[in-house]
């Protein structure tokens, strides 16, 4: 792909994100004459971008999750700062700063202990292939937040409710599934007698990706707790699940990692016969 290719990309998603974003505010607050949620999307991609300008020049993609995590946490602060909002909107923004840095550090040692992150070898030259994927980076944050900053925004207390229990049920499930298995792919990987191998063990024998299922229950949860808050095109807040979904099963979580395992151990009758008993996502008991 061309450099001005991923250029027009880039400047196209960041218009369709801002566009969304001013067709869903409620328009009860405002920041810099620019209603609200447009300039938090705006900041998320503006973060990005002033990180992928050093991160080119030095040609590294160390600093590339954790300024994700960054993000993260810097849109929900400022969107609580300037919209205070009620206790579910708290709550919300609690569990999202929680999730971003257990997630963010644990991201960034893994890079450091590995030293690279093999996404970006092939894009890592190409300024705009790289700032392609910091631009979906920006658009990454604000789609997955977009359920929890309406909440936080919205105009009236929707109150505690069973849905916001229900929400908060399924965000914990989702998280402890998502922290569990990464901390037994670490320690599996952290072995020595295991180097060269996959991991089949624990919730790794249930699904082949269990915290990507983990990631999108969690973001499930959060977009149930946010479900009192809608009206009108607000309902659009849906979209931030099924953005996770989309983006971890059909573009850059699920694929690209079976591609490198496929090519890595593939023809290998363990690893086949792993695959042909363990479904790809949804978790299910193994089989004798």
């Not at 994100?17 to 447009?38: R, T």
């Not at 080119?56 to 993609?61: C, G, P």
């Not at 999730?99 to 450091?112: D, Q």
Request: aromatic letters at 14%.
């Amino acid at each position: 792909m061309r450099n001005s290719v991923a250029f027009v990309i880039c400047v196209a998603v960041t218009a369709g994100a801002l566009a969304l974003a001013g067709w869903v505010d409620a328009g009860q607050h405002a920041i810099a004459g620019w209603p609200l949620l447009p300039a938090l999307a705006l900041f998320a991609f503006a973060v990005q971008w002033l990180v992928y300008l050093p991160s080119f020049l030095a040609q590294t993609e160390h600093y590339y999750d954790l300024a994700g995590a960054l993000t993260y946490a810097s849109v929900v602060v400022l969107a609580v700062l300037l919209a205070a909002p009620d206790g579910r909107g708290l709550v919300m923004a609690a569990l999202v700063l929680a999730w971003c840095t257990r997630l963010g550090s644990f991201l960034f040692r893994r890079v450091k202990q590995s030293g690279k992150d093999g996404r970006f070898d092939d894009i890592k030259p190409h300024w705009g292939r790289f700032l392609m994927a910091w631009t979906f980076q920006g658009l990454w944050v604000f789609m997955t937040l977009l359920a929890a900053l309406l909440a936080i925004t919205a105009p009236a207390d929707a109150g505690w409710d069973a849905l916001a229990t229900l929400g908060l049920l399924v965000w914990c499930a989702g998280f402890a599934i998502e922290v569990i298995a990464d901390r037994q792919k670490s320690a599996f990987r952290a072995d020595p007698a295991h180097r060269g191998r996959f991991i089949t063990t624990g919730l790794w024998a249930w699904s082949r990706h269990p915290n990507y299922f983990g990631e999108i229950v969690l973001w499930t949860g959060i977009a149930l707790m946010a479900t009192p808050t809608f009206s009108g095109w607000q309902w659009l807040g849906w979209l931030s699940p099924l953005f996770v979904a989309w983006l971890l099963m059909k573009v850059s979580g699920v694929p690209m990692l079976e591609q490198r395992a496929d090519a890595t151990w593939g023809g290998q009758a363990d690893y086949e016969a792993y695959k042909a008993r363990t479904p790809v996502l949804l978790p299910r008991p193994p089989k004798a």
